[in-house]
């Protein structure tokens, strides 16, 4: 099966700038979630989506990152205007889970390739 | 969720087992153990989990004691393509929440 993708892999723009971000997850995960690494730190949680909802977005630093899953398969993740300090690799990830009556099984997560993202 | 708790770095020569071992003292009684592996330009990579004892799988063993307060990655008999970050985190049974990464262990293998 194809892994979750994530485009582009690198992008340089200008503070100030406009930068989307784009990741399409595994098929059929209704899970969907964005991390980032800035330079030197740990990856760090940005937000959630289970289908097109915002489970969890306790992780978005400011108002400047948007991000949307319409229609729940692929999501983007808009950066107005970008900062230099918003430089950094931003990942996403995919995860199933089922419920059978007894509580959520997660079968786990799997993780894009990332895009590394400079402002100058 | 639990902090974990591992070394900064390791390091390794070919052919060697390497074991990792993570401290996760407040681990809750409905978390689980689970490893991941990154190398650069690359998203984390699920490696192994495991709830409690012995966990072993094609690509490495994970070990847990009965109080589950630290687990140990072995990798047996490393090469240099497992020169890698390694994260140890803690996740909680039956939820979708989000991973807490640490810092990991930057393990380098060299001949």
């Known amino acids: 099966e194809a892994g979750v993708t994530q485009f582009p892999s690198h992008s340089v723009i200008e503070k100030g700038q406009t930068v989307t971000l784009r990741c399409d997850p595994i098929s059929g995960h209704d899970n969907l979630y964005w991390y980032r690494r800035v330079m030197g730190k740990e990856i760090k949680f940005l937000l959630h989506?289970?289908?097109?909802?915002?489970?969890?977005e306790s992780g978005m630093p400011n108002n400047r990152f948007l991000a949307e899953r319409t229609g729940g398969t692929y999501s983007t993740l808009k950066v107005q205007p970008a900062e230099l300090e918003d430089s950094g690799v931003y990942f996403c990830?995919?995860?199933?889970?089922?419920?059978f009556g007894q509580g959520v099984i997660n079968y786990g997560y799997t993780f894009g390739s990332g895009t590394r993202l400079t402002v100058v | 969720l639990a902090k974990t708790t591992q070394p900064i770095s390791m390091d390794s020569y070919e052919g060697q087992e390497v074991n990792i071992t993570c401290s996760h003292n407040n681990i809750a009684t409905n978390d689980y153990i689970t490893w991941y592996q990154q190398f650069p330009s690359q998203g984390p990579r699920f490696i192994i989990q495991g709830y409690k004892t012995k966990v072993t799988n094609e690509v490495a063993s994970l070990f847990i004691p009965a109080d589950r307060k630290s687990s140990t990655l072995s990798l047996p008999r490393v090469s240099l393509s497992d020169t890698a970050v390694y994260y140890c985190?803690?996740?909680?049974?039956?939820?979708?929440?989000?991973?807490?990464f640490g810092t990991g262990t930057r393990l380098q293998v060299t001949l």
């Open positions: 990830a995919s995860s199933h889970t089922s419920d």
């Open positions: 989506f289970v289908k097109e909802s915002k489970q969890d």
């Open positions: 985190l803690v996740v909680h049974t039956g939820t979708a929440s989000k991973l807490t």
